[in-house]
């Protein structure tokens, strides 16, 4: 059986509301995406095959198949109503109590803190509600944006897989840096 997952999350500034498959959310998303194609695209593959609605709405009916048996958990990051971006605990493993974490913003709204809150208000659930022991996160090594998120959210640097992928962006093989942390060091 899966986890049950909350509908919204509250910070001081932020509402992480799960993204659930409904043409007004692939709509949202689908727009902040297309604005920031360029922004995004060196670090998110997935961009390139995010073309149309249709497709943002396939990918939420796809991804709330993870959801439903408890394996993947997404959410839009808002502020006030705005939405910003995203932030999701995926590859959740109940039995090893781990997961990983994964997130993007919005290029207007880099730099203002709001990716380390939503960090801060997923992992409070992650590590409480959910009963993880072990939350990653991972990123490409050049993306210092992500990384320093990770660095100010306290996980721990753990590795550099080389040459991970290959990036069709920059026409190379690519490293994959890794970060951690665990319940214990949750405060």
């Known amino acids: 059986m899966g986890l049950i997952f909350k509908d919204q999350l509250k910070g001081e500034r932020l509402i992480l509301k799960r993204t659930i498959p409904t043409l007004e959310m692939a709509k949202t998303m689908f727009i902040v995406i297309d604005a920031n194609r360029q922004h995004l695209k060196p670090w998110m593959p997935w961009v390139d095959l995010t073309l149309t609605v249709e497709d943002t709405m396939k990918y939420l009916f796809e991804k709330e ?18 939405y910003i971006g ?3 605990v995926f590859d959740i493993n109940q039995k090893n109590q781990s997961a990983e974490m994964g997130y993007w913003l919005s290029a207007d709204h880099v730099r203002k803190g709001y990716m380390t809150e939503a960090v801060q208000i997923l992992e409070k659930e992650a590590f409480t509600h959910l009963n993880l022991n072990r939350i990653q996160i991972c990123c490409d090594e050049q993306n210092q ?4 998120v990770a660095k100010k959210c306290g996980y721990k640097y753990e590795g550099n897989l080389r040459e991970y992928r ?6 190379e093989f690519r490293n994959k840096i ?9 405060k």
């Open 166 to 171: 290959f990036s069709e962006y920059f026409g």
């Open 145 to 148: 944006a992500s990384a320093g």
């Open 178 to 186: 890794f970060f951690s942390k665990l319940r214990s060091e949750y």
């Open 86 to 88: 995203n932030i999701s």
């Open 65 to 82: 198949v993870d959801t439903l048996k408890g394996e993947k958990v997404e959410y839009g990051i808002f502020i006030n109503d705005e």
